[in-house]
């Protein structure tokens, strides 16, 4: 497993998809070997980020149980460790699509619903 990932590394490192000096279009070698390192990546991040996703939310919520109730201390958990990149695409290793292993994103509070205005029963 561990010759597996070494491997891995060094061809996603070693690959024309990957190379910062490329500026020419790509011949279909090149789109056939993304075509195919894509995937590969992807069969061995996928089950990592996945674990990660889980036990995040697991965490979040035993945080938010902790602090009372708290969404806040629970999305703080949540957000990075569910978001982000699950795959890795050929964009990605193109790097024309960003890869964010950990991005839950910019924090927003949860709006507040207006009061509704009006009869809440129904007329007969």
Do not use: C
């Not at 990546?41 to 939310?57: D, Q």
């Not at 109730?69 to 699509?97: D, H, Q, V």
């Amino acid at each position: 497993m561990r010759r597996l990932v070494i491997g891995l590394s060094l061809l996603a490192v070693l690959s024309p998809g990957v190379s910062l000096a490329q500026q020419t279009a790509p011949s279909m070698g090149e789109e056939a070997v993304k075509g195919v390192e894509a995937p590969v990546l992807s069969l061995v991040y996928f089950p990592v980020k996945l674990t990660v996703g889980i036990v995040g939310a697991l965490l979040g919520g035993v945080s938010g149980w902790a602090t009372g109730g708290n969404e806040r201390a629970a999305e703080s958990i949540w957000r990075p460790m569910t978001g982000g990149s699950y795959f890795i695409t050929p964009e990605t290793l193109e790097r024309k699509k960003p890869f964010h292993p950990f991005d839950g994103g910019p924090y927003t509070l949860p709006s507040s619903r207006p009061a509704p205005s009006g009869p809440l029963s129904s007329q007969p």
